[in-house]
């Protein structure tokens, strides 16, 4: 095989080896589901993301008023793929939940997402 | 999602200058000895200068970096709890092997050529052990690749400052023969340069292109820069090598005016290559 020819299957054979490998941690699912509307006394929020990761900051704010809520647990000393937060019991509200973390190759994550809580019979039952 | 503020982006400008400056001096002693006999002073300045431009910058991206992941609180940025979060992350740990290689540079370069380079390779090294690489499934393929790319990156530009001190300070014979043995092989390094470049495009994409990822966008800026720095390297090879020798003194001042334009080109593009590793690829 010619020197050309040798360089073309070894690009191909590397590019074809490692591609689609390359994607960022992204947050895959929440309990609350962003959107989602749940009933009053919510106490724990969970976050699930696509690869580990190292949370530094969450915090949990009530929209109406943009109070901000207690996180009453630690946050994971070490890189974890989903975490929970607990919360004093919410009350009927729109809420939205700020987190920050460090990817496994150094980047700072922010991202955010929102929930409501009801006292209707309609809203998904608290976990 | 990730953070991407513009002091994080000049702040790591600043460290692919240093880092350049350091390395890419011991890289141009260790390929053109006779030639960095003749600029030594420069040289000297270009390692000290990237040594305490990495001692400024460093700590200062400590901070930064402390404030970013703790919403700019500085009592928990710098409390019990994250104090030393940046050490236990790649950016913290890449920075530590970058100051200690520089400062190992500094201090052993004149009494060790082989542990300078080795030095040298280390800080070049640095940058894989942070950034899109590092959370690949492919890590050692595109580490291997990104090593060459940057030590390309570095033997190059990291000749500009010793080149412009040999327009004003060589004989034209050393000046002369110092600059077409750059630009043999400068041929040869480019070609690593840009073969891996495109590797790593390919697969930092994925091979898809898609105009609408900034991602992408932001690559499109670099690529039109490289073009730039590219014409003049040709420049500078096709025309001003030749005409140094025919007219040395015209020849010398016209290189050094090219290659003050090529060092701010080479600025634009390490800016370029910042603002896109702020961004995810797949974004």
């Known amino acids: 095989m010619g020197t ?58 009530r929209v109406d008023d943009q109070q901000e809520m207690a996180v009453s647990s630690e946050l994971p000393a070490f890189f974890v793929d989903s975490a929970k937060v607990a919360v004093d019991a919410l009350q009927a509200g729109s809420y939205e939940v700020f987190w920050t973390a460090v990817s496994n190759d150094g980047h700072v994550m922010k991202g955010n997402f929102a929930f409501s809580v009801k006292e209707t019979q309609d809203a998904q039952p608290a976990q | ?10 702040l790591r400008v600043l460290v692919y200058v240093a880092s350049i400056a350091v390395a890419g001096a011991v890289l ?10 003749e600029v030594q002073p420069a040289l000297r300045r270009q390692v000290v200068a990237g040594f305490c431009l990495l001692l400024l910058v ?40 970058r100051l200690i290689a520089a400062l190992l540079v500094v201090t052993v370069a004149r009494r060790s050529a082989v542990v300078a380079l080795a030095a040298a390779l280390v800080l070049i090294g ?10 690949s499934d492919a890590r ?9 790319h940057l030590a390309a990156v570095h033997w190059w530009l990291g000749a500009l400052y010793p080149l412009m001190a040999l327009t004003r300070c ?9 600059v077409e043995a750059f630009g043999a092989r400068a041929a040869w390094v480019v070609a690593a340069l840009l073969g891996t470049g495109v590797l790593l495009l390919l697969i930092i994409t994925g091979v898809q292109l898609n105009v609408d990822s900034d991602y992408q966008q932001r690559f499109l800026v670099k690529l039109l820069l490289v073009a730039g720095l590219l014409s003049l390297a040709a420049w500078n090879k096709l025309r001003l090598t030749p005409l140094l020798r025919r007219d040395p003194q015209s020849g010398a001042a016209r290189l050094r005016g090219s290659i003050r ?14 603002w896109i590793t702020s961004t995810a690829p797949d974004t």
């Open chain 2, 28 to 37: 141009f002693a260790f390929s053109f000895p006779r030639a960095a006999r």
């Open chain 1, 4 to 61: 050309p020819k040798s360089v073309a299957f070894a690009t191909v054979f590397v590019v074809a080896g490692v591609t689609a490998a390359l994607a960022h941690v992204k947050m895959n699912a929440s309990v609350p589901k962003a959107g989602e509307t749940v009933a009053a006394g919510l106490s724990e929020i969970q976050l699930h993301f696509s690869k580990p990761l190292r949370l530094t900051l969450i915090h949990v704010r």
């Open chain 2, 126 to 135: 640095s940058f894989l052990l942070e950034g899109h690489s590092v959370s």
């Open chain 2, 1 to 10: 999602m990730i953070e991407h503020d513009l002091l994080p982006i000049v």
């Open chain 2, 170 to 178: 060589a004989a034209p014979e050393t000046l002369s023969a110092a």
């Open chain 2, 140 to 148: 050692i393929a595109l580490g291997a690749l990104l090593f060459i």
């Open chain 2, 58 to 97: 460093e700590p200062v991206r400590y901070i930064v970096f402390q404030l970013a992941i703790s919403g700019g609180d500085w009592s928990l940025a710098f409390g019990p709890v994250l104090r030393w979060m940046g050490l236990q992350t790649p950016i913290g740990q890449a920075a530590a092997v």
């Open chain 2, 261 to 274: 334009l090529e060092i701010a080109v080479a600025l634009s593009i390490l800016a370029a290559t910042a």
